[in-house]
């Protein structure tokens, strides 16, 4: 077994990524138009692989989302009325839009968050499907029967749009969990102000530029700025019926709090910490190839990743084994060095320090670094995809959400004892179970507290399908018929037919 430490891997260089013609304008984007802030603040938006300044974004303020707010309210009532063909047939052109640019989309992600090119290019082919998914749902959403429920009375069940929704979305799959908002709330007929994160704002306004022509002015508004300054107005504005976040716990809590005081509804999907549970008679091999993908997807910045094996104690060594040699292989790089480039940087020097200082807390608590275990040499804010072995029940790396390309593993002797350990954790977002025995496969993915449950597999996700979680990994469900229902309400008419 080649075991590879930090020191000794190098990430691969590209040419430098500055090719500004792939930036959309940097202002606000308003009722259709490209609008200056009323501050003078900004933000500097910066290439995590390399540290360089891409560009500066405006940090709006109150004052500027309650334009956008403004402009998003005034367009609500006509685009509410269009029946769904109509909205289906925009959603249409939007997705065809995205698709066109798709090439030129990823390369933009890839500049602005560091992604490899395999994962930029996935996330815009997702993005393209969620829009087209969305436009056949919105033309074949499901009820109750009309009918006589009280005597001489017939009800009807009505499906309206909210109104005007606040969407706030994180910075890892900044295009990807922008669509997952945009495409349901516009489908539903809803309008809508959305703050992209101010670390990687750039594909969303990209698709703010591309998608100008396709949408009535006021119908989808970008604001940039800070989460304290833009997602809290959003979330208290008496105009907003409904504020929609992707993003950490603390953030959702803070809108949840000031969104109580105009009793809006809230749609949040936070962290994650996803328990692989491996049973003795499990593929082993299959397992960690699949955890090659599933727990470093995105450098390990993904809520639903595979990033804390449960294994049986009596496979853990050989596991571990096949674990590292795969992680061992992986190749760390630029987006431009390369198609096989795997791992790209954190996003950021802060979060780059937070998923080091994680790593020193698990060698503390007595975790042994297998592979990997720190930072990369060289510019960017690279760290090493890791595997920490013979960690402690209890552990804080088993318990926090790290966001990073770490794998945690930990072994148990009994079923009752893995599903225990594994629901111990405050979120319930994703988990998965390896295991031969179909039957125990059911009771297991049964006893798991998490909104998806993945069998012999992990991080397949289908637009299909919904996505969201149970404790604190929030409430409400992205992607699937679901996010329609969520992005709408329900109205009960009945009428007296004596009368």
């Not at 910075?171 to 997952?180: A, D, K």
């Amino acid at each position: 077994m080649a075991l590879v430490n930090a020191q000794d891997r190098e990430v691969l260089r590209g040419p430098v990524q500055d090719d500004t013609r792939l930036l959309p304008p940097t202002d606000l984007f308003i009722n259709g138009q490209w609008q200056s802030s009323h501050g003078s603040e900004q933000a500097v938006v910066i290439d995590p692989g390399t540290e360089q300044e891409i560009c500066t974004v405006p940090r709006g303020d109150a004052a500027d989302v309650d334009r956008a707010v403004a402009a998003a309210k005034e367009a609500a009532r006509s685009w509410g009325a269009l029946v769904p063909r109509e909205r289906a047939q925009i959603l249409l052109r939007l997705a065809q839009r995205l698709e066109d640019h798709a090439a030129e989309l990823a390369a933009l992600e890839s500049w602005n968050t560091g992604k490899p090119p395999a994962v930029a290019a996935d996330d815009v082919a997702s993005a393209v499907d969620s829009f087209r998914f969305m436009a056949g749902a919105a033309r074949s959403t499901t009820t109750v029967a009309s009918g006589q429920y009280a005597e001489g009375h017939l009800s009807l069940i009505l499906r309206e749009p909210l109104g005007v929704v606040g969407a706030v979305t994180p910075w890892n799959y900044p295009l990807l969990m922008g669509v997952w908002k945009i495409a349901p709330i516009l489908a539903a007929g809803n309008t809508m102000v959305i703050k992209p994160s101010e670390s990687t704002p750039l594909s969303t306004l990209k698709f703010a530029e591309l998608t100008a022509d396709l949408l009535p002015a006021g119908v989808f508004n970008v604001v940039t700025g800070r989460g304290s300054v833009i997602g809290q107005r959003l979330a208290e504005h008496p105009d907003v019926a409904m504020v929609a976040l992707t993003g950490s716990v603390g953030s959702g809590s803070a809108v949840a709090r000031a969104a109580a005081g105009s009793v809006k509804r809230v749609h949040l999907e936070l962290g994650g910490k996803a328990p692989v549970v491996i049973l003795p008679d499990a593929d082993l091999a299959a397992a960690a190839a699949a955890l090659r993908t599933a727990g470093y997807w995105n450098a390990g910045q993904e809520c639903g990743a595979a990033c804390r094996v449960l294994v049986h104690a009596s496979v853990a060594e050989e596991f571990t084994s096949l674990l590292v040699n795969e992680v061992s292989s992986m190749v760390v790089g630029e987006p431009g060095a390369g198609s096989e480039v795997e791992i790209g940087p954190m996003i950021s020097r802060q979060h780059y320090d937070r998923v080091l200082e994680h790593l020193q807390r698990a060698a503390a608590d007595g975790a042994r670094v297998a592979v990997g275990g720190g930072a990369l040499d060289g510019p960017g804010y690279f760290i090493a995809p890791t595997v920490l072995a013979d960690v402690p029940q209890g552990a804080a790396c088993t318990q926090e959400e790290i966001f990073g390309p770490v794998v945690t593993v930990e072994t148990f002797e009994e079923e009752s004892e893995a599903m225990e350990r594994a629901n111990e954790v405050p979120f319930g977002l994703a988990a998965s179970v390896w295991t031969r025995d179909t039957a125990r496969s059911h009771r297991l993915a049964s006893a798991l507290d998490a909104g998806t449950v993945w069998v012999n597999s992990h991080l397949v996700l289908a637009t299909e399908m919904p996505w969201g979680g149970f404790k604190g990994s929030g409430y409400g469900r992205d992607l699937s018929a679901y996010a329609l229902d969520d992005y709408s309400r329900t109205k009960h008419v009945m009428h007296n037919q004596q009368a």
